[in-house]
């Protein structure tokens, strides 16, 4: 009668606790009335049946911090189906429980020599198994089986529908950062076509107002050519011309990251940015090894049109002396530029607002993160994820 009582207060506390850590919690110290135990954990197996996600109260393991196959649990053939409670005097030398490739660590490592496992089962299904642990050798018999089942069968439902509830948490929340994604893309990318419309326009422009006009001058220039001197002349202009030409078709199209590489493109824009009638200091470091070459077109491209931007934004508007561009695998693969010059958000206005406006959208429609510092300078930052870093040790 006294068990009964305590299995009552069990039903009780459960009442009202919405996640299953907190359900468990709440029922370890009537589960101590009944049964001593120096841990207490609930495996759930998901509804396939290979993974199983462990609950703990007691000691604190390494079995709750991750999912794990069934195949390396020490109650494994609980889980699967193939008994319905386990009892062992000393798990450390039971192959039962420490096996080849089991997941056994904690019981070696806190020393759980008697355990009683118990199926937790829902409409005659097995949805997981509760465990008792004490330190002690041959602590639990046959009554302390019945105790747990008992025990078992009063979580049981309550734990399989917290599991239900959390699992439908989770694919809300996953469907609602879906959408935020697929809204961010969606605008992102009519952004990003304003943006090329601007850039469009903008060479258009260039190639009116500069190139146009120069191959009319020059057109007339010939036909008043007289002598080789004057030849001459109209060839210079010729040469001006196509350098001008060139420099527009560079800004549109970065052949010297295809031909030559990021480090190299960016140094050339670099130097071409900051001519020769500004002292400033400029430097890119590639610390990556050049993986950032291995990325896809898309990436790369997206990546040099952001340095492109900074570089800009620094030499025209930050009043910078010195200008560090650098890659690097540090938590992911990480492009940083970096100038010491105006460092206020005040800067955030008109043309430059607009350029780091472009950078974000860049940095979004590559599923990296993007972000600006001002410290002594300004800092724009941009980080794709862990694994484009793949098979390359990362740089401390």
């Known amino acids: 009668m006294a068990d009964l009582a305590y299995y009552l207060r069990i039903s009780n506390h459960l009442a009202g606790n919405l996640d299953i850590k907190s359900a468990l919690r709440s029922v370890k110290s009537e589960i101590d009335r009944i049964l001593q135990v120096d841990h207490l954990d609930v495996c759930l197996v998901d509804d396939k049946g290979n993974w199983n996600t462990s609950y703990e109260v007691g000691l604190r393991t390494s079995w709750s911090r991750t999912r ?3 195949e390396v649990s020490p109650v494994r053939d609980i889980l699967r189906g193939e008994c319905d409670s386990m009892l062992t005097g000393n798990a450390l030398e039971d192959p039962r429980y420490v096996f080849e490739g089991a997941d056994c660590e904690p019981i070696i490592k ?3 020599r008697s355990r009683v496992n118990v199926a937790m089962k829902v409409l005659g299904r097995t949805i997981g198994a509760l465990n008792c642990s004490s330190q002690k050798l041959d602590f639990y018999d046959d009554q302390a089986v019945e105790q747990v089942r008992n025990i078992a069968d009063i979580l049981a439902p309550y734990f399989y529908a917290l599991r239900a509830n959390e699992q439908s948490r989770r694919e809300a ?11 961010g893309l969606r605008l992102g990318a009519l952004s990003l076509t304003d943006a090329l419309e601007l850039e469009r326009q903008r060479i258009g ?10 191959m009319t001058r020059i057109s007339r220039e010939l036909e008043r050519c007289k002598t080789q001197k004057d030849i001459e002349a109209v060839r210079g202009s010729m040469q001006t011309c196509i350098q001008g030409l060139r420099e527009i ?7 010297l990251l295809e031909l030559f590489g990021f480090q190299h493109a960016v140094r050339t824009h670099l130097e071409r940015a900051v001519g020769t009638d500004q002292e400033i200091d400029i430097d890119v470091r590639d610390l990556s090894d050049g993986l950032i070459d291995d990325l896809p077109q898309t990436k790369r491209i997206a990546l040099f049109r952001i340095a492109q931007e900074a570089i800009n934004n620094a030499v025209r508007h930050a009043q910078a002396s010195s200008i560090l561009v650098e890659i690097e695998c540090r938590d992911g693969l990480h492009l940083s530029v970096r100038d010491d010059g105006a460092s206020s958000a005040a800067i955030e206005t008109g043309k430059v607002s607009g350029g780091l406006t472009h950078m974000r959208t860049r940095a979004r429609l590559i599923a990296a993160q993007f972000d600006i510092r001002y410290a002594e300078g300004t800092e724009i930052s941009v980080r794709l994820p862990v694994s484009e870093c793949r098979g390359r040790e990362e740089v401390a």
């Open 110 to 112: 806190h020393q759980m």
């Open 68 to 70: 794990a196959p069934v």
């Open 205 to 214: 422009m260039d190639l009116h107002d500069q190139t146009l006009a120069d």
């Open 173 to 183: 929340i996953m469907r609602a950062e879906l959408q935020a994604r697929e809204e």
């Open 249 to 255: 078709i560079d800004t549109s199209i970065p052949s």
